[in-house]
């Protein structure tokens, strides 16, 4: 599950991220941050099953971090969309492809949130909802 986490001023230099993966065993990483003294903001992956999922959320909480779900990683405007291959390179994890019959196709599973295929599409058809 991709997670954005706010840091407010008063827990951005303590060590939360590293303490509840310590305390649940999780490996969460870390895809994006923007972090400096005054706030923080990650997004981040946590590959837990729901139950853990919902207790890392808490964990995160009850530290004073706001997270909040991505329910929809990536939005493809198709009537945009040239079909023209330039998003499926340079993505890391292969989530973007075409199908056999050229039309492209979009994995959420594999999808990291990078954003190097909003970068890349030339119609700016992909964007981050």
């Known amino acids: 599950m991709i997670v954005r986490l706010t840091y407010s001023p008063e827990v951005v230099e303590k060590p ?14 870390i895809l994006e941050a923007k972090v400096n003294a005054q ?35 990536l939005q493809i405007d198709f009537n945009k969309c040239t079909s023209c291959g330039a998003c499926i ?15 492209l196709e979009f994995d959420e599973e594999k999808c990291v949130a990078c954003r190097t295929c909003v970068n890349a599409c030339p119609v ?6």
């Open 16 to 29: 939360v991220l590293a303490e509840i993966i310590l305390k649940t065993g999780v490996p969460i990483n």
């Open 89 to 103: 390179s340079p993505c890391p994890t292969r989530a973007l492809r075409f199908t056999p019959d050229w039309t």
């Open 39 to 73: 706030k923080g903001e990650l997004v981040v992956s946590i590959p837990a099953k729901e139950k853990t999922l919902e207790q890392i959320l808490r964990f995160f909480k009850e530290a004073g971090v706001t997270a909040q779900k991505f329910t929809q990683i």
């Open 124 to 129: 700016k058809a992909i964007t981050v909802p």
